[in-house]
């Protein structure tokens, strides 16, 4: 069974730094997109950031030149490095990816979320 397993979050101060992780497990056959998400209290959820498997990325404009999304394809993993971090950045944040498993079925996963606050 595929899943997707986070760690990192918690307390950080404005300006401060924080590093989520995620990986991906189970039986993988391929890999394809690897992406993050967050959801602040009573907004919905938005696009943080998004890696291809060639490495190409898309972020959100309001995290642009903060974050930095990259992956390690032999860990199956996505790492969201997030600096200069803003109390408006304060959110759950999902990791999810486009996986197809070693029966060939294609489907969306999404991580069980990790809360980030960003406060003094």
């Known amino acids: 069974q595929v899943q997707l397993v986070e760690s990192g979050g918690g307390l950080v101060q404005p300006g401060g730094s924080l590093r989520l992780s995620c990986a991906a497990t189970?039986?993988?056959?391929?890999?394809?997109?690897m992406g993050w998400y967050r959801q602040a209290p009573g907004k919905q959820r938005e696009l943080v950031a998004q890696?291809?498997?060639?490495?190409?990325?898309n972020y959100a404009d309001s995290v642009k030149g903060r974050f930095t999304i990259s992956r390690d394809n032999a860990k199956n993993t996505v790492i969201l490095q997030m600096s200069s971090l803003k109390p408006e950045d304060t959110a759950n944040y999902y990791c999810?990816?486009?996986?197809?498993?070693?029966?060939?079925?294609?489907?969306?996963?999404w991580g069980q979320g990790t809360r980030v606050t960003v406060s003094s």
């Open positions: 999810n990816a486009d996986i197809q498993d070693h029966r060939l079925s294609s489907s969306i996963y």
């Open positions: 890696i291809t498997s060639g490495g190409g990325t």
């Open positions: 189970g039986s993988i056959r391929n890999l394809y997109y």
